[in-house]
């Protein structure tokens, strides 16, 4: 929905989490703190609330009690915990908003709004001003819940939010009509408002006008956003007149849930910044009833803190018939490939293609999980697929470059230098001076003695444009090493040795470097460091003969 300029003071639970002095925290307290620092939440929860069974009653030690059993996904947990601590006269940001979400999931508007004013001072007033008036439209009261969003126009943000909302309520309400309208009015915060918006404001053109308005306002922002798949599967699905309803805000609550996300997108320096973001998505998931997007959001949240498991968990709700289906299976592929799972991954994808989701993203995924299993003639399979499928798109594409690199890489590794280095230059025209792909072609080129010249200036420009990669400084490197340039090699190497002191590769580089310039004694010492790295078993072999003999008979 929205990024960091949403800056909203805002995210008001973060300054609740309890901070004490080692000498007043008891040894369950501590773990709690460790296992939010390791974002283990339902660890921390379980320490939590056992301190609560314990006799704790510090109202810090309730609050963490609450953050943690939402973020964990225990709601029922929470809501008794809510309870008791409402029935103690405690206050807390957490417990307000909790009892509210709970009251409106069951259909207590009334209470909710009793809650509100309870917690005064405690919830911020963008909050107050969503939720009240999401159960205006809830109870289909259109005029109060606009006046309740008109509040917007004197908050903190620097746009109408509830122009949005207006436009939202209308079109649940069926007058997309009076949507588009109030759409067409306020133009200039689509810019603001992201994908979700762009999503929502061609499916009301649809519903509105026709699917020929719909579709020319996506083909417009598809060319701005070319990689959002939800955006082409809405554009298949209004194409074929197959979208008849909204495609988001199909309920009233997904407005609360989206006012929830502005406070997830909040700043990321923060100390317990996942926590809080993934406490706002778990609440935003629940309160929309599981709509889509929300637990694509939360699969996100979850991935950052590496709870994969929870985060595949989450993706596998949505079902085939959603817009957001093809998107939530490239992201769960992305986790499971990255987790080791790729046989999984591939499954995942190939799910698309069989019921016949075929867009050049999901085949660029698909390579990118054979990639990253080393599966370098199915990656390439796959990528040439994608760019097949891209090559009969008028769609632009900012990052077909990376499509052409990431070949480039499989038929490398295929040993068809040819076509391997027609595809990182095809990969350079389109993103020149993009820095990886220097680094690469220029250390192949090094690698395989060829345009010695040409590859150590595309390096040089590499290590200019990103001067604090090791992997491209040692790139630098070696590539003056092969030209016979050792004493220049020394100072590079350094350079790359600090910034990537465990990588094998780099410390065999600088042994090899430092046997050159007569330093024999300390080029053993980098080669036996290569053995820590876990060095593949070519380069472990190599190792072994230099250990031996040095490179004198190599």
């Known amino acids: 929905m929205m990024r960091g300029y949403l800056f909203l003071a805002l995210i008001f639970l973060s300054s609740m989490v309890a901070s004490q002095s080692n000498s007043t925290m008891s040894g369950t307290f501590l773990a709690s703190r460790f296992s939010s620092s390791v974002n283990d939440y339902n660890k ?13 009653k510090q109202p810090e030690i309730y609050n963490d009690a609450l953050l943690f ?3 964990a996904g225990k709601f029922e947990k929470a809501f008794f915990l809510a309870d008791t601590m409402e029935k103690m006269n405690l206050r807390s940001p957490a417990l307000g908003l909790i009892l509210v979400i709970k009251s409106i999931k069951a259909g207590k508007y009334d209470v909710a709004i009793e809650l509100m004013s309870k917690f005064e001072g405690h919830l911020p007033s963008i909050l107050k001003i969503s939720i009240e008036g999401w159960i205006h439209v809830g109870n289909r009261d259109l005029e109060a819940a ?3 969003f008109d509040a917007f126009k004197t908050s903190d943000l620097n746009f109408d939010l509830g122009a949005y909302y207006k436009a939202i309520a209308y079109a649940q309400v069926g007058n997309y009509t009076k949507a588009s309208k109030i759409i067409r009015e306020n133009k200039k915060i689509s810019k603001l408002l992201g994908v979700t918006y762009e999503i929502f404001q061609a499916n009301v053109a649809s519903l509105a006008h026709s699917p020929t308005i719909g579709t020319s306002i996506l083909d417009q922002t598809i060319k701005e956003n070319p990689n959002k798949l939800t955006l082409k599967q809405l554009h298949k699905k209004i194409s074929e007149r197959k979208s008849n309803n909204l495609e988001v805000f199909k309920t009233t609550w997904e407005g609360i849930a ?4 502005l406070f997830a997108e909040g700043d990321n320096q923060r100390g317990n910044y996942n926590l809080i973001e993934t406490f706002y998505c778990q ?3 629940y309160v929309s009833n599981n709509a889509s997007r929300f637990n694509i959001r939360l699969a996100k949240s979850l991935s950052k803190v590496k709870l994969i498991d929870e985060a595949v968990n989450s993706l596998n709700l949505i079902k085939p018939s959603d817009i957001f289906y093809a998107e939530s299976k490239v992201l769960l592929a992305d986790l499971l490939t990255n987790s080791s799972q790729e046989n999984l991954a591939v499954i995942e994808l190939k799910k698309l293609i069989e019921i016949g989701i075929t867009n050049f993203e999901v085949y660029e995924a698909l390579g990118n999980v054979y990639r990253y299993g080393e599966q370098f003639d199915l990656a390439n399979k796959a990528y040439s697929e994608a760019l097949r499928l891209k090559k009969k ?3 632009e594409d900012q990052n077909l470059w990376l499509i052409y690199f990431f070949r480039g890489i499989a038929r490398e590794q295929l040993k068809e230098y040819k076509d391997s280095i027609a595809d990182l230059r095809k990969s350079l025209e389109l993103r020149p001076a993009q820095p990886q792909v220097l680094n690469y072609l220029g250390y192949m080129l090094i690698e395989r003695k060829e345009n010695l010249d040409e590859a150590l200036d595309m390096i040089e420009l590499a290590v200019e444009k990103s001067p604090e990669s090791g992997y491209i400084i040692d790139s630098l490197a070696w590539g003056l090493y092969q030209l016979g340039r050792y004493e220049e090699a020394i100072t590079p190497m350094e350079q790359a040795i600090s910034l990537e002191p465990e990588d094998p590769i780099v410390n065999d580089h600088f042994g090899d470097v430092l046997w050159k310039v007569g330093r024999k004694r300390e080029a053993y010492f980098q080669w036996k460091r290569v053995l820590l790295f876990q060095p593949s078993e070519e380069l472990l072999m190599d190792i072994e003969k230099k250990l031996k003999h040095g490179l004198e008979d190599l």
């Open 283 to 285: 609440l935003a998931k």
């Open 146 to 148: 606009e006046r309740e």
């Open 69 to 71: 059993l939402i973020a």
């Open 393 to 395: 798109s008028d769609l």
């Open 258 to 261: 989206d006012t929830l996300l």
């Open 44 to 56: 921390s929860a379980i320490y939590t609330v056992s301190m609560i069974e314990k006799g704790n």
